[in-house]
């Protein structure tokens, strides 16, 4: 089982006691190492319904660790570092927004879905990543994301917090990155099925 080794962010990481051995976490510096490229998938859910409105699905809101195309690590409750060697081709939020609205797409409901700024919509789909990383002490991916269906005249419509976890074997950066793919297939569908349901 292959280990990768986590980059030096500003923060000081230390190895925490007790992990096992396959999630070990040596610290190195980036120096200018080249970075290999995940990219995540679309969901492909079931069919929906025609919706009874158009939606606007907005860039989602992220803390600056998230907004970036580096892969989050959280080694401890206050200690964050990124994979290394490993990077998402854009910024994490505008790769969710990217995967969500063509999930919608691959449910049937293009017409009725966009991410484009100046689409006319009666509705805007607000996200909030509040978490999407790898947690060493529990050797899992762990997405978080809050979704808000909001009206054109400002009010909120509907508002749910999507969560998945997916366990992991090891810090191997492909090993990590599918996982978190799988985790947000998983949010993706569930927030179709919320706006669906609702509209």
């Keep these: 089982m292959r280990d990768a080794a986590i980059a030096r962010r500003p923060v000081v990481v230390r190895r925490r006691l007790g992990l096992i051995a396959a ?4 610290l190195a510096a980036c120096g200018g190492a ?3 490229t995940y990219d995540l998938n679309a969901a492909r859910p079931a069919p929906a319904h025609a919706l009874g409105a158009r939606v606007r699905v907005a860039e989602p809101l992220a803390g600056l660790d ?10 401890g409750p206050q200690q964050l570092a990124t994979l290394a060697g490993a990077k998402w081709p854009d910024r994490l939020p505008l790769m969710v927004q990217a995967r969500l609205t063509q999930s919608f797409q691959n449910a049937g409901l293009a ?5 484009n ?28 994301v809050a979704a808000k269906l909001v009206s ?3 009010g909120v419509a ?8 997916v366990p992991v074997a090891s810090t191997d950066p492909a090993t990590v990155a599918a996982a978190m ?13 919320f706006v669906a349901t609702r509209l």
């Design 111 to 115: 017409g009725q879905v966009s991410s």
């Design 181 to 193: 793919d799988g985790a947000l297939t998983s949010v993706m569908k569930r927030i179709i099925a």
């Design 23 to 26: 999630l070990a976490l040596p």
């Design 34 to 36: 080249s970075l290999d």
């Design 66 to 75: 998230l907004d970036s195309d580096r892969i989050l690590v959280r080694a």
């Design 152 to 154: 054109a005249s400002g």
């Design 117 to 144: 700024p100046a689409a006319a919509a009666d509705y805007e789909l607000d996200l909030d990543i509040r978490k999407f990383e790898l947690e060493v002490a529990r050797s899992r991916v762990e997405i978080d």
């Design 158 to 165: 509907a508002a749910e917090i999507f969560s998945a976890e």
